[in-house]
């Protein structure tokens, strides 16, 4: 197994929004809370020492939620490191929220997400908010409608000082030029990796616009069952884990591609970060290029 001795860095740091300075490994914390993202996790005070360890290998981008718990996460992100390192990059989203059964309902009407608003800001300790990604779309990805009225609502409150930047998730490319026809957008966050590559327009156009891409479910959806001999074999090459060529070939593949593995445990953790400093030849690649042996 790869463990270079750099941390979250070792890949380099991008400028989120043009003025926030975050390594390209972070970390997402949604699999803080319980199974599903619902309810308390088993262990608080393993929660509480994964956000600690990842703060003190360089990650300075943490990926939240309030409806991840819901409100269990930001609260133990509070616990763990209020007061916050003065470079570290709070991400957080809003649209959805939770029912008691842990169903994932929209909630995306100009009042609610108002309030997801407010109440991120309360949880998490803050002021401002870094960034505040919208999330549209269904549970199995992007649907064509407009996003504009939502949108606006996340610009008055950018403008009220609330929120430093503004994002997109789970759109669409013309639901992504819509948002950027209203206001700058700082970052998409999109279903994309080494398995799942129909986003790959969206990349090209976030990186050539300067904007952040960060790809959730990095490791996520069927990726151990269909990665195929040629990843396993690039990995035996380097000593690593298929995981962790997954994150390196992302890294690779477009500067402004910014990642956050979850996970609720420390050795995983040291896993996900040691992979930035997993360097893939030119050979790695090609042999990547197409997993046709899926």
């Known amino acids: 197994m790869t463990t270079p001795s750099t941390g979250a860095g070792a890949a380099g740091y991008w400028q989120l929004g043009g003025d926030l300075p975050v390594a390209r490994l972070g970390y997402g914390a949604m699999q803080l809370a319980g199974p599903g993202a619902f309810g308390p996790p088993a262990d608080p005070d393993g929660a509480v020492a994964v956000l600690r360890r990842a703060v003190e290998l360089g990650v300075n981008h943490i990926d939240t939620s309030d409806y991840y718990g ?16 003065e470079d570290l990059v709070l991400v957080t989203k809003v649209g959805a929220r939770r029912d008691a059964s842990g169903a994932w309902l929209p909630a995306d009407s100009p009042p609610e997400l108002r309030q997801a608003v407010h109440d991120n800001l309360t949880r998490l300790g803050r002021d401002q908010l870094d960034l505040v990604n919208l999330r549209v779309g269904g549970l199995v990805g992007p649907q064509e409608e407009p996003l504009a009225e939502r949108f606006s609502v996340l610009v008055e409150l950018q403008k009220q000082g609330l929120i430093r930047h503004l994002g997109v998730s789970n759109v669409t490319a013309a639901q992504f030029a819509e948002a950027r026809q209203i206001a700058p957008v700082a970052c998409v966050q999109n279903y994309f990796n080494i398995v799942q590559r129909d986003d790959a327009p969206i990349v090209e156009a976030c990186t050539a616009a300067g904007i952040g891409y960060v790809p959730f479910f ?5 990726f151990s069952q269909v990665a195929g001999k040629r990843v396993d074999e690039v990995a035996q090459r380097h000593g690593a884990t298929a995981s962790q060529v997954a994150l390196a070939w992302l890294l690779a593949h477009s500067p402004a591609v910014l990642l956050i593995p979850g996970t609720s445990r420390v050795a995983h953790l040291e896993q996900n970060v040691a992979a930035a400093g997993l360097v893939l030849t030119e050979q790695d690649l090609a042999d990547l290029a197409e997993l046709d042996d899926r």
Request: glycine share 10%; no cysteine.
């Open 218 to 222: 990095p490791l996520g959806g069927s």
């Open 70 to 85: 819901p409100f269990v996460v930001n609260e133990l992100i509070r616990t763990a490191l209020h007061p916050y390192p």
